[in-house]
């Protein structure tokens, strides 16, 4: 695990965005798995600008994304493959039936994410996989809980994650209960992970997932055993672990 220091949010969008576009560059058929959320907004941006000057083609770019609200079709302006279209896909040349989100609105949950796992599994598996992460320490959807689940499945959603992400809805009562997300096994598979935090909510979350033990209570901290992750954060998120850093030369300053 390396983890980049970035000065702020605007540093590590760009951070964030050279190293997806490295992949890109490098394969152009990449599989990016992606995410959602406030914090790759501005990395999502930055590839935009360079995709507008001619510098980045994701014409043969694949995408599968970690997550996707229970209950909501894609056309609620609060889903995720809404949010996707909104915030990437529509402005780049990227082939949106190259594009994978869960179908929040599946009369089978079950099926459904069987069929995702499918998915992820005839594209090769993913090259690149983009994570933000919860205050409490949540990747994609998987919840702090007392296994790590493997496979794509319906979550139900902790109090606290409803609670951060009724800002986007008019009241809590519309945050879904329930979502369906890639599982752990489907994460740590990818041959690449970039996890990317801002903010001092997450400076717990950031050092319990570093530095903690490896447990599902912290479903982050399980990319510690992963041999390719990259972690970008801002000084508000490195706040706790800067004030433990006995352990020496893991962060990379700039
Ligand atoms: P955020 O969410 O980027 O909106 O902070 C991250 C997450 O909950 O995974």
């Known amino acids: 695990m390396k983890i980049y220091a ?25 599989v990016l798995g992606l995410a959602t959320g406030s914090t790759p907004v501005g990395a999502y941006k930055q590839m935009i600008e360079w995709h507008k000057k001619g510098d980045l083609d994701f014409s043969r770019v694949r995408s599968v994304n970690l997550d996707e609200y229970k209950g909501l079709s894609g056309d609620h302006d609060q889903s995720y493959r809404y949010f996707m279209n909104h915030n990437l896909f529509d ?38 996989q983009l994570l933000g992460i919860g205050g409490n320490g949540h990747i994609g959807f998987n919840e702090p809980c007392d296994v790590f689940e493997k ?3 319906v979550v139900t959603l902790t109090e606290e994650t409803r609670k951060s992400n009724a800002r986007f809805f008019s009241s809590i009562d519309e945050v879904p209960t329930h979502a369906l997300t890639m599982g752990i096994q489907g994460i740590m598979s990818a041959g690449k992970i970039l996890l990317l935090a801002s903010g001092e909510a997450k400076a717990k979350a950031v050092y319990d997932s570093c530095f903690g033990p490896v ?15 990259i972690v970008i954060a801002d000084e508000a998120a490195l706040t706790l672990v800067r004030e433990n850093e006995k352990w020496g030369g893991q962060i990379y300053d700039n």
């Open 6 to 30: 970035a000065k702020d949010y605007n540093d590590l969008s760009r951070k964030a965005a050279n190293i997806i576009s490295a992949q890109v560059i490098l394969k152009p058929n990449a």
């Open 215 to 229: 447990v599902p209570g912290v479903p982050a901290s399980v990319l510690q055993l992963h041999r390719d992750v």
């Open 91 to 128: 402005h780049v040349n990227i082939d949106k039936a190259n594009t994978n989100v869960p179908n929040g609105l599946a009369e089978d949950p079950a099926a459904e994410c069987r069929r995702y796992d499918q998915v992820i599994r005839d594209m090769g598996g993913i090259d690149l």
């Open 151 to 153: 496979g794509t499945h």
